[in-house]
């Protein structure tokens, strides 16, 4: 049987902001759930790092601090811009990370994301695994022979396991993909899908079913699963 490791999705600031023009913010319930992983990026409301405005080191620190009793692992998505702090910190903080490298269309920027990652991978214990890119497919921005090319030289040079993140219908038509990665990093995100709340669990469930039922023997993690709050 597979292993699943749901995570906790953070939305995307785009995403989020679209969904506030048109709703009323719900706020959650107190809880003492510990969630297997949540989706961390260190940047404060007004914090631009494509403009040079970079989260500190303190800053990074106190915010890893405030989440680690709620998740034993977080997830990032970029290793250049403010994330490369995240592995030191978070294993301070006795929480494992699962590292991702941005790729898009820029190959400088690519290169210098990937050469982060297997630095960090190799320096810190804190990480369990890279993610190289995430959602590259769906925006287009690589063919999956240039993303596996990517794979392939990361998984390489770590130690560690080595896949990238695609939401299931990429996972679905792109077995050669599943056939180089060690584990399927998946996205399954039944808001952006249009499904009323009530059905968001049952969605989500019956894609992970889809993706077994495909894979089978192949270990999934759900990279990204949640709804806007």
Same mark, same amino acid.
Request: net charge positive; glycine share 6%; charged share 25%.
């Given at each position: 049987?597979?292993?699943?490791?749901?995570?906790?999705?953070?939305?995307?600031?785009?995403?989020?902001?679209?969904?506030?023009?048109?709703?009323?913010?719900?706020?959650?319930?107190?809880?003492?759930?510990?969630?297997?992983?949540?989706?961390?990026?260190?940047?404060?409301?007004?914090?631009?790092?494509?403009?040079?405005?970079?989260?500190?080191?303190?800053?990074?620190?106190?915010?890893?601090?405030?989440?680690?009793?709620?998740?034993?692992?977080?997830?990032?998505?970029?290793?250049?811009?403010?994330?490369?702090?995240?592995?030191?910190? %978070?294993?301070?903080?006795?929480?494992?990370?699962?590292?991702?490298?941005?790729?898009?269309?820029?190959?400088?920027?690519?290169?210098?994301?990937?050469?982060? %990652?297997?630095?960090?991978?190799?320096?810190?214990?804190?990480?369990? %695994?890279?993610?190289?890119?995430?959602?590259?497919?769906?925006?287009?921005?690589?063919?999956?022979?240039?993303?596996? %090319?990517?794979?392939?030289?990361?998984?390489?040079?770590?130690?560690?396991?080595?896949?990238?993140?695609?939401?299931?219908?990429?996972?679905?038509?792109?077995?050669?993909?599943?056939?180089?990665?060690?584990?399927?990093?998946?996205?399954?995100?039944?808001?952006?899908?249009?499904?009323?709340?009530?059905?968001?669990?049952?969605?989500?469930?019956?894609?992970?079913?889809?993706?077994?039922?495909?894979?089978?023997?192949?270990?999934?993690?759900?990279?990204?699963?949640?709804?806007?709050?």
């Amino acid at each position: 049987m597979r292993t699943v490791v749901v995570a906790a999705l953070i939305a995307a600031a785009v995403h989020a902001s679209a969904w506030f023009l048109t709703h009323r913010i719900a706020i959650p319930p107190e809880s003492e759930t510990v969630f297997q992983s949540l989706s961390f990026q260190p940047y404060a409301r007004n914090q631009n790092p494509t403009k040079g405005d970079l989260p500190t080191r303190e800053q990074v620190d106190r915010d890893l601090a405030r989440i680690a009793p709620y998740t034993k692992a977080v997830r990032t998505y970029a290793t250049t811009g403010g994330p490369e702090l995240v592995p030191e910190l %978070a294993g301070k903080h006795g929480l494992a990370v699962m590292l991702g490298a941005w790729v898009d269309t820029n190959e400088k920027r690519n290169r210098r994301e990937i050469e982060a %990652a297997v630095e960090l991978a190799r320096t810190h214990r804190s990480v369990r %695994a890279v993610l190289v890119g995430n959602e590259v497919l769906l925006r287009g921005n690589r063919t999956v022979d240039e993303i596996i %090319a990517m794979i392939r030289q990361v998984k390489k040079r770590v130690k560690v396991p080595v896949s990238t993140a695609e939401n299931w219908g990429e996972w679905l038509k792109n077995p050669k993909l599943v056939n180089e990665v060690d584990f399927i990093a998946v996205h399954i995100l039944p808001y952006w899908e249009g499904m009323p709340a009530d059905q968001a669990v049952p969605h989500a469930f019956r894609r992970l079913d889809e993706l077994r039922h495909a894979y089978p023997g192949k270990r999934i993690v759900v990279a990204e699963f949640g709804w806007p709050s």
